[in-house]
């Protein structure tokens, strides 16, 4: 497993500072193709800056990311998103003036060997808003846009998928639902998922990494993380 | 046959019928002859701000480089209506590339104020150079150069045909902007480029393509309006030439193919009928708008699609 050829991305000394603040400081970090990658950490602890760095929202102060064995650091976003990194906000970011369709037709990426309305459709399918097809996507309920989100995000068919706190605000039953979702689009993709829902990471994540005031404090897999006396420390206090 | 082609090609039918079977007078044929010129310079400045979500407030930079580009051509190089028109979408486009890859470098409110000044910078250039552009007095084309395959364009009627053929290639354009992914890139852009981005477009390529197309559309409006009205002049280049095709598409309805046509309708006609009551007609005319942007916020056509009609494109 741990080998070269099987890691999609990787990152060295990756850092970003905010006028003097360390909001991410010198992370080395891997993800092998075909996981499912937890990044948990306290709130303020630079998840989404981080995910932010990998992806292109934000540029790093210094370090390298390296992406399918390329250094992507100087790339700009969407050149990223356009080589298989694909990110779902954390607050929901759809176009609510456009329909259902309209969004999902927005992330697919253009093959020849599919139709797009097939495409659209295979993708809603999933997900379970096929029948909403033709809705506004503004007159949709929270967790049917979470779901759309989720749709754009499989719909791009990325080798990557962030889903930055994809469970946030869902109910329970809507939760089992996403997991199940999850498990399923990463049978074909390699997911990196921040989550604060502990029961989600410790029953869909194979391994865990946990940041800290910007730094990566533990890695690996679940058993490990929740016996690691420092992960414990930071989430609990002394 | 599609719903949405049905609408657009029988409101161009009936532009056309009501000059075949000679339902204008001479005064509203002159009108919708302008009008559709108008229109059509409308639709330009639409494809930036009510697809794209661009508030320009320098268009008529646009406007006038085409403009400027064919009478100067024809005033002093003796070019025929052809090859003006050929060097003034040439020379709008590039003049639109130009001022687009400057500008966008500012969003918002910073956009707004850069355009206002790269328009008024053209303004005071025409001025300027009076020796060549005759500032505010301006130039009159000939007769015998508003020519066009033997045809003569001052004559009313073919005047109005022709501005009629500028309309519809221009709205038909439009409406295949607005239905391709092109067109669907550049609304996912006005709603919320953020994402846009994150599905991997490139959005400031997408952006200055629209100013160019904007910009050349525009320009294309401003050599007609030269050749088929025989003037042109520095106040084509001022502020309000920049004003009026936001209030044409803020009225018809933002991102909608015909908006511009029936805010520029409504608006000439507003101020015409208005400045037979009183001298002091903007007071009319400004109430009248209030009304319209209180009842009708998203514009006349903009309202209706809302309401009842989301399929108008």
């Known amino acids: 497993m741990d080998t070269v050829d099987n890691i999609l991305l990787y990152t060295e000394n990756v850092s970003k500072n905010f006028q003097g603040i360390k909001a991410v ?30 992806c292109g929202r934000i540029n790093a102060t210094a370090g390298r990311v390296v992406f399918c064995g390329e250094d992507i650091s100087n790339l700009p976003v969407f050149e990223r998103i356009s080589n298989g990194i694909g990110y779902t906000f954390q607050i929901t970011s759809i176009f609510f003036n456009l329909t259902v369709y309209e969004n999902v037709a ?43 989100e989720l749709a754009m995000g499989m719909a791009q068919k990325p080798k990557l998928l962030i889903l930055d706190e994809p469970t946030q605000g869902l109910s329970d039953s809507e939760i089992e639902n996403f997991k199940k979702l999850i498990k399923d689009i990463s049978s074909s993709t390699t997911i990196l998922l921040i989550e604060h829902n502990m029961d989600v990471v410790m029953s869909i994540a194979d391994n865990i990494s946990v940041l800290h005031f910007g730094e990566i404090i533990a890695d690996g897999d679940k058993e490990t993380i929740q016996n690691d006396p420092i992960v414990q420390k930071a989430y609990l206090g002394d | 046959m599609r719903k949405d082609l049905i609408l657009h090609l029988g409101a161009l039918a009936i532009l056309l019928f009501l000059e075949l079977f000679g339902v204008f ?21 639409n494809v930036l701000f009510g697809y794209t979500g661009l508030l320009s407030l320098g268009h008529a930079l646009f406007f006038s480089a085409g403009l400027y580009a064919s009478g100067l051509s024809i005033y002093h190089l003796d070019y025929n209506v052809g090859q003006s028109l050929i060097l003034a979408i040439c020379f709008s486009a590039f003049f639109s590339l130009l001022i687009g890859y400057l500008a966008l470098r500012t969003v918002g409110v910073s956009f707004m104020i850069v355009t206002l000044m790269f328009s008024q910078v053209g303004y005071l250039c025409i001025l300027y150079f009076g ?6 007095e301006g130039i009159v084309i000939q007769q015998s150069s508003r020519v066009f395959l033997s045809l003569d364009l001052s004559d009313p009627t073919i005047r109005y045909y022709s501005a009629l053929i500028i309309f519809s290639l221009c709205l038909i354009f439009n409406l295949w902007i607005a239905k391709s992914s092109f067109g669907r890139v550049l609304i996912a852009i006005r709603e919320n480029s953020d994402r846009a981005l994150m599905l991997g477009y490139n959005v400031h390529l997408y952006k200055l393509l629209a100013v160019i197309i904007s910009g050349t559309i525009s320009g294309l409006a401003g050599a007609c309006y030269g050749i088929l009205f025989g003037y042109v002049g520095a106040s084509f280049a001022a502020v309000p030439y ?34 037979d009551i009183t001298d002091a007609y903007m007071i009319i005319v ?26 108008i494109p």
Do not use: C
């Open chain 2, 242 to 275: 920049s004003i009026f095709p936001l209030l044409w598409v803020l009225i018809g309805g933002a991102g909608t193919v015909l908006g511009p046509l029936v805010g520029a309708i409504f608006m000439f006609y507003l101020i015409d009928y208005a400045s």
């Open chain 1, 106 to 148: 927005l992330a697919i990426k253009k093959d020849s060997t599919n139709r797009e309305e097939n495409s659209v459709s295979e993708v809603l399918n999933k997900v379970g808003l096929l029948d909403r097809i033709e809705q506004r996507s503004g007159d949709l309920s929270y967790g049917h846009q979470r779901l759309l």
């Open chain 1, 25 to 54: 400081n010198n992370v080395n970090f891997k993800i092998y193709k075909n996981e499912i990658r937890a990044l948990i950490g306290p709130n303020g602890a630079g998840k989404t800056t981080f995910v932010s760095l990998l």
């Open chain 2, 131 to 136: 020796g060549i552009t005759r500032g505010d």
């Open chain 2, 286 to 311: 400004g109430i009248t708008l209030l009304i319209v942007t209180l009842y009708a916020r998203r514009g006349l056509l903009g309202e209706l699609r809302y309401r009842y009609f989301k399929w």
């Open chain 2, 25 to 45: 007078s001479d005064y509203h044929q002159g009108n919708f002859a302008r009008i559709l010129v108008l229109a059509a310079y409308g639709i330009g400045y």
